[in-house]
């Protein structure tokens, strides 16, 4: 367990889950790893999800030394039967849901629009914005019976601003902004507020092969700050919008970026 000291030390946004139901999907690996971390290290009740099984073990291995109950499930949030068990898994473990942070998410296939297949197509939108969708879809029925939560739903800077031989990946993560806008408006008087991080180019270990490559370094040359992201860069800002800190912040997207948007 954490000592008690430690947990006093962590900033305000983190203390603020403390005891609170928190759901992070896309768990397993690269940012929802160090979010759903993050959200262990603050005393959170903690539900996981990835589709490793493997991976959640580590990282229920990894949260054991924190305080506050952690519970993997394995699930796939294209299925919206398995997405629906897992909510009700949590109803039937801690009796409500207060925040959703949706970090599940295939990256995209590069390639020409023209030659994109029917099955390409639909492994990103299934994923990215169908999965989304059934997450906020469970939560929201979850938190709007308990009097409100917080959902946090992810896009990228690539839902905003158009790349070539990207349409699929581009056209999920656009949706996801605009279905948090829509999910912002209609729950917002059931006191479930709806938000969206659209990160840049951060380093992971999935990332770090093409940030090494000369594209990658022309992607660096053109952040303003002059880097990609580092993963506790966006572990803040994904807590700022789960938490109390943004009590007055709904259907916004956040962009974690270092500017490249900005230009």
Request: hydrophobic residues 50%; without cysteine.
């Given at each position: 367990m954490l000592p008690a000291d430690q947990v006093d030390q962590l900033p305000f946004w983190e203390r603020s889950l403390a005891d609170k139901v928190v759901w992070v999907t896309g768990a397993g690996r690269?940012?929802?790893?160090?979010?759903?971390?993050?959200?262990?290290?603050?005393?959170?009740?903690l539900a996981v999800t990835a589709r490793s099984a493997e991976q959640l073990a580590t990282l229920g291995a990894e949260l054991s030394d924190y305080p506050g109950e952690v519970r993997p499930f394995t699930a796939d949030v294209s299925d919206a039967a398995a997405v629906r068990e897992v909510a009700e898994r949590i109803a039937e473990e801690w009796g409500t849901l207060d925040v959703l942070v949706n970090m599940a998410g295939i990256s995209p296939t590069v390639v020409r629009s023209e030659n994109l297949s029917d099955a390409a197509w639909h492994d990103v939108i299934d994923v990215n914005l169908s999965g989304t969708f059934y997450c906020c879809r469970e939560a929201g029925r979850l938190m709007i019976a308990n009097g409100g939560g917080s959902i946090v739903n992810v896009s990228s800077v690539h839902g905003s601003v158009g790349v070539p031989r990207m349409c699929a990946y581009a056209a999920s993560k656009g949706g996801v902004e605009m279905l948090t806008k829509a999910l912002a408006v209609e729950w917002a008087d059931r006191g479930v507020r709806v938000n969206c991080l659209a990160p840049g180019y951060f380093r992971t270990a999935m990332t770090e092969p093409y940030l090494a490559s000369s594209q990658g370094a022309k992607v660096r040359a053109a952040i303003p700050l002059g880097r990609v992201g580092e993963t506790e860069e966006l572990v803040g800002a994904a807590l700022f919008l789960a938490s109390d800190a943004s009590s007055y912040v709904t259907g916004t997207t956040l962009l974690v970026d270092g500017g490249w948007t900005a230009q």
């Open positions: 690269g940012l929802g790893r160090a979010i759903a971390a993050a959200v262990g290290r603050s005393g959170a009740r």
